[in-house]
């Protein structure tokens, strides 16, 4: 599989996990045990069309078309963030909905001129899942990079609207998982590699006291638990185990994304980071062409995400 179709797949693969999650936000887990998600629908939660995305996406393609016209550049990619919230920017029909409260506060003060890197609330509280759900095109960007650099960089990258190092370190063990699977490893073998290297690189690094908040995933033992014991809420550590423990017990990118969005809660949040890891993982020609092409704004997307792949394979040449 070449990297176009792995790239393709993780950035398609977030919108599609979004847009399947979105009509069932706060739904619980009993509920859609009864009725789950089997495909793509509307309007329930926020009463939305079939296909429409939400802010995961929205940020995750602000970020992309950000590294593809500026290259890594923070102060850019909260221009886009600014223009997202304030014109609907990277919208599906035109205006930001169902926006976090840590990344609605970051996006004022981005406003106001703080330092980007300083611009995300850096409190306990606030460790939702919004700088984690829109990472995966940083991932990408730096998969070739040596691990320190990668680190650095999806670190500052959260930082524009989560500060706190426990934010930073879901974003970057989420960014190493990405580099394995985007190298080709399976996804059993990309979850060991990623387990055997996260220790060292965040060693003598404010990462490290944020450790012990991922010991489920660390020690091994996220693959093996019981679904009763994956929370699904908006709490970043929450969200990255669901992730990973669908990405982990499913064998398709169609399992994945519907496991992941029917343990209820923040399902559109859950689906898009599931789906972009099993979108790079299975590739673009996994994902379900009457999903893709029921997506919102689909060919102005498959149009950056073309780009993006272009900036990176040719990168990756020199």
């Known amino acids: 599989m070449d990297k176009r179709e792995r790239i393709l797949g993780g950035l398609f693969g977030v919108a599609v996990g979004d847009a399947l999650g979105v009509p069932v936000e706060f739904v619980s887990r009993e509920e859609l045990r009864k009725r789950p998600v089997r495909e793509m629908t509307g309007y329930g939660t926020h009463y939305q069309p079939p296909g429409t995305w939400s802010d995961d996406t929205s940020l995750t393609l602000c970020l992309a078309e ?189 399992d994945t994304v519907l496991a992941a969005v029917n343990l209820g809660g923040d399902s559109d949040t859950t689906g898009a980071v599931a789906g972009g890891l099993a979108g790079v993982c299975y590739g673009y020609g996994a994902i379900p062409r009457r999903w893709l092409e029921m997506l919102a704004r689909f060919e102005e997307i498959l149009a950056l995400e073309e780009k993006f792949a272009s900036l990176l394979t040719r990168n990756s040449l020199h």
């Open 66 to 254: 950000s590294l593809v016209e500026a290259g890594y550049d923070l102060a850019d990619a909260g221009k886009r963030f600014i223009r997202w919230y304030r014109e609907g920017c990277w919208t599906p029909y035109g205006k930001a909905f169902d926006i976090g409260g840590a990344t609605r506060r970051a996006i004022l003060r981005l406003e106001g001129g703080v330092d980007p890197t300083l611009a995300g609330p850096d409190d306990e509280m606030s460790n939702g899942n919004g700088s984690l759900m829109r990472i995966l095109p940083a991932a990408l960007y730096f998969a070739g990079s040596e691990e320190e650099a990668m680190r650095e960089a999806v670190c500052k990258i959260s930082c524009l609207t989560h500060r706190h190092p426990r934010s930073q370190l879901a974003c970057f063990l989420y960014a190493l998982l990405v580099k394995e699977l985007f190298a080709g490893n399976a996804p059993g073998a990309a979850y060991e590699k990623m387990r055997e290297r996260a220790p060292e690189l965040c060693a003598k690094t404010a990462l490290a006291g944020e450790l012990p908040h991922f010991e489920r995933i660390l020690n091994g033992s996220l693959p093996g638990l019981p679904e009763r014991e994956i929370r699904s809420d908006g709490y970043v550590v929450s969200t990255l185990e669901a992730s990973v423990w669908c990405l982990l017990n499913n064998a398709t990118f169609s």
